[in-house]
C-alpha cells in the first residue's frame, strides 16, 4: 500500500501515469547504459581500421576537387551518420569546446576545410562527389567497415549506436552523452 501511495504520488507530479511511465523508463535506460571507456588499445586498433580503409579507397582513385562541398551537410542535404565509438575518439582527441548548440553545418568545419581530418569518422572517409565512386565503390566499402567498427565497439565494451553525427556532438556538448534512447534526433 506505502508503494502505491508512493506511485500515485509520484504519477501526480508528472502530470499523468504515462508521462510517469515515460520518466520512469528513461530513468532504467539511463541507469542501464553502460559507460564510455576508450583506451589507447581500443584507438589504435581503429586506427589501424582507418588507415586499411584509407588505402582501400584510395585504390579505386576517387575524384576529390577539394573543395570541402562534402563536409557542408547543409548543402549538400546530407546526414552524415557515425558511431558512438567513432564520435568517442573525436570527443577525447578534439574537445567539444566551441561547438555551436545548434545548426546542421558540422562543427570541424572551418575555412572550407575539415578541422578534425586524422580522427574523421568512417562516413567522411568514404563519402566523394564522385559519383562514380559513389555508385561503384562507397556503400560496398562502408558497409565492410561499419561492421569492423562495430565489433570494435562490442569487443572494446564502448556504447554502440548508429547516430547523426552533427546532432550526437551537439549534444554531448550539451548534455555530456552522445544519445538518448527517449528523446530521438530532430532530422529536420
Do not use: W
Not at 28 to 33: A, C, G, L, N, R
Not at 120 to 145: A, M, T, W
Amino acid at each position: 500500500m506505502i508503494a502505491f501511495s508512493y506511485l500515485r504520488l509520484f504519477a501526480s507530479n508528472c502530470g499523468s501515469i504515462s508521462e510517469f511511465l515515460r520518466v520512469l523508463c528513461v530513468s532504467v535506460v539511463k541507469s542501464s547504459m553502460p559507460e564510455m571507456t576508450f583506451n589507447s588499445d581500443t584507438r589504435d586498433k581503429l586506427n589501424a581500421m582507418y588507415a586499411r580503409l584509407d588505402a582501400e579507397v584510395a585504390a579505386t582513385n576517387p575524384v576529390c576537387r577539394m573543395s570541402g562541398e562534402c563536409c557542408n551537410f547543409e548543402k549538400m542535404d546530407h546526414v552524415l551518420f557515425a558511431t558512438t565509438l567513432e564520435l568517442t575518439n573525436i570527443v577525447e582527441t578534439k574537445g567539444v569546446d566551441g561547438i555551436a548548440p545548434e545548426g546542421k553545418l558540422c562543427p570541424f568545419y572551418k575555412e572550407g576545410k575539415c578541422s578534425a581530418r586524422d580522427v574523421r569518422p568512417l562516413g567522411c572517409r568514404v563519402y566523394f562527389c564522385d559519383k562514380s565512386y559513389q555508385k561503384n565503390h562507397s556503400q560496398r566499402i562502408y558497409e565492410k567497415y561499419h561492421a569492423e567498427i562495430e565489433a570494435l565497439a562490442r569487443e572494446s565494451e564502448v556504447e554502440y549506436a548508429y547516430v547523426p553525427m552533427v546532432s550526437a556532438l551537439r549534444r554531448y556538448a550539451r548534455e555530456g552523452r552522445f544519445h538518448d534512447p527517449a528523446r530521438p534526433f530532430d532530422f529536420s
